[in-house]
């Protein structure tokens, strides 16, 4: 079979296949190797000194895209090479929101569906995490590692926020709490964006190096998927790919199953820059959605100067988290509001200044005690991702007037919120600005400033999954409608975007295709 991309979602299915089923697993992916991990302390060094990139040559020129988008990188590993590796699960509600709130659109299989995913994930990753309460947290098993151990200070937060009636608790990472799958135990220091040193924070091209190393998979860099071809019957039966560094020349592979792991941008972008006389629109595309409901979550941060005395700096980006606000009912008033919330320590404020509060310029030991001040007083971060219900013109299309180096148009990305989600904007942001309102009196403290992003994070969609082939691209296990022998994972297939961190989520979805396309391919014994 041949799977078209490097990162976590292909990982994922090429991982579980190769484990289950025979054959040979072929890899097309248009980016570079990246650096082995003995380099990387070297380059973290490198970036510390001079800035420089500490993952060279992790993105293709003249591959710039309009509209917002996560990261460039396009490399073996993909972007979870860069990620910050925390990984909490959708809720239940994520995949009804139709049926429980009435609003957007439910996905065809439910959390129940999904959660031995989850717990498979989650194994192959090496994520350690805390048990949440299980009316908040649903879970079967424990995570495969015990928790990263909460700071001084996250232990302090806890407790300001059980003040205010909120139950937190430690956010699951793919970081080693213990040694795990031959990797090393996390050290805290927090350099995991942009580089983990050590291995401690899973990335893919451990999953690669295995694979590679037991002779199961073959991946072929530096080559760019064009287009998919479909015969009579409706089955792709050849990627046409260009090599990089050769000139001109089309390299073909072929297989029994492909399988379209190119995250939410390129998966989409493939579909459609497959179009031929018989498939204008591009292919698997008889529903017209290709590309279409882009989807993801938007946040409403704030600072709160409290009357704790915190020490900033120690595995600064470990958090709390709560499900306390997205495992909610419908409300009376017919309102639809769902967000996580996640704290910080933050040495947002914190550091030595030249003028004091009221502007003056202040030298000497005025600075020293001004600063001394200020930081008998700790400062938290507060962070909420809320729901954005998808439009269907939340989308991806080709942008005719742009061209990459072989002539197909780029892609142009616009998210835009369903109606539903537009109307209730702003008083969105005001009710969870009230609620950091309502923490930071509840500890005595006073919120500093509050900011909203623009952007949507944990970008999916675009091939979105459902029953119904007039309304969806994939059915639930990520199989197009339109050709048996195509698959798209990950990403794209959401329907919609959750209020929490997606990779997890979108590697669960991997290997629950995984199963699925294995069942056609002969088992490792047979
Ligand atoms: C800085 C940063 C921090 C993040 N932190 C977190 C986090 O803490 N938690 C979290 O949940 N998520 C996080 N994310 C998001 C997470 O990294 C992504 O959701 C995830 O890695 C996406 O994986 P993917 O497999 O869907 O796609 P990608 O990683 O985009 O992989 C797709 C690959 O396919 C290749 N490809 C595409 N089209 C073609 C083609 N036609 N031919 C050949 N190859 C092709 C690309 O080159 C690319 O390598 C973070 C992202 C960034 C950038
Ligand atoms: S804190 Fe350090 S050791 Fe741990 S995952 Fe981040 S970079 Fe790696």
């Given amino acids: 079979m041949c799977i078209i991309g490097s990162g976590i979602s292909a990982a994922m299915v090429a991982d579980k296949l190769a484990l289950t089923r025979a054959g040979t697993i072929v890899v097309v992916e248009s980016g570079d190797e990246m650096p082995p991990l003995d380099r990387r302390a070297a380059l973290r060094q490198r970036f510390l000194d001079y800035d420089e990139n500490p993952w060279p040559r992790d993105h293709l020129d003249g591959y710039e895209v309009e509209g917002p988008l996560q990261s460039r990188s396009m490399c073996v590993g993909g972007l979870a090479m860069h990620w910050g590796g925390v990984t909490p699960r959708f809720s239940p509600e994520d995949f009804r929101l139709q049926s429980q709130f ?192 882009l989807t993801g979550h938007r946040n409403v941060q704030a600072y709160v100067r409290l009357p704790i005395k915190l020490y900033p700096g120690i595995n600064e980006q470990h958090s709390l988290v709560s499900k306390q606000f997205m495992r909610v009912p419908r409300r009376s008033d017919g309102r639809y509001l769902r967000h996580d919330l996640r704290v910080w320590e933050s040495a947002s404020g914190q550091g030595p200044r030249l003028r004091g509060d009221s502007g003056a310029l202040m030298l000497g030991d005025e600075i020293l005690s001004d600063w001394r001040r200020r930081t008998e007083q700790g400062v938290a971060r507060l962070r909420a991702y809320y729901d954005v219900i998808p439009d269907r013109a939340s989308e991806l299309t080709l942008d005719t007037s742009r061209k990459n180096q072989w002539g197909d148009p780029l892609p142009k990305l616009a998210f835009r919120d369903a109606p539903e989600s537009a109307e209730a904007r702003a008083w969105t942001e005001d009710t969870i600005k009230g609620l950091f309102n309502e923490m930071a009196r509840a500890g005595n403290g006073q919120v500093q400033r509050t900011q909203s992003d623009e952007f949507q994070d944990h970008p999916a969609g675009g091939c979105r999954m459902g029953s119904d082939p007039a309304t969806s691209v994939t059915d639930s296990w990520g199989r197009t409608h339109d050709h048996e022998n195509l698959f798209v994972v990950g990403a794209p297939t959401c329907v919609s975007g959750s209020c929490a961190n997606a990779t997890l989520t979108f590697c669960a979805l991997s290997l629950r295709s995984a199963e699925e396309i294995g069942r056609s391919l002969p088992s490792k014994s047979s």
């Fill in 102 to 293: 009435g609003v957007g659109t439910d996905w065809p299989i439910s959390y129940e569906d999904l959660e031995a995913h989850y717990l498979e994930a989650e194994e192959v990753l090496g994520v350690a995490g805390e048990q949440g309460p299980s009316e908040m947290d649903p879970r079967s098993k424990p995570f495969p590692m015990p928790m990263l151990p909460l700071t001084y200070n996250l232990s302090l937060l806890k407790d300001w926020v059980a003040k205010a009636g909120i139950t937190m608790w430690s956010q699951p990472s793919a970081k080693n709490s213990v040694p795990y799958a031959g990797r090393a135990e996390c050290c805290r220091n927090d350099t995991c964006t942009p580089i983990c040193p050590i291995g401690a924070k899973y990335s893919p091209d451990f999953t690669w190096n295995a694979l590679r190393r037991a002779n199961r998979v073959q991946i072929h860099t530096r080559t760019l998927v064009r287009r998919l071809e479909v015969d009579e019957r409706n089955r792709v039966e050849r990627a046409v790919a260009v090599s990089r560094d050769a000139a001109g020349g089309e390299i073909e592979f072929r297989a029994k199953q492909f399988v379209v792991a190119g995250g939410y941008v390129w998966s989409s972008h493939l579909l459609l820059t497959s179009r031929t006389a018989r498939f204008p629109n591009g292919i698997a595309n008889g529903s017209g959605l290709v590309g279409k409901y």
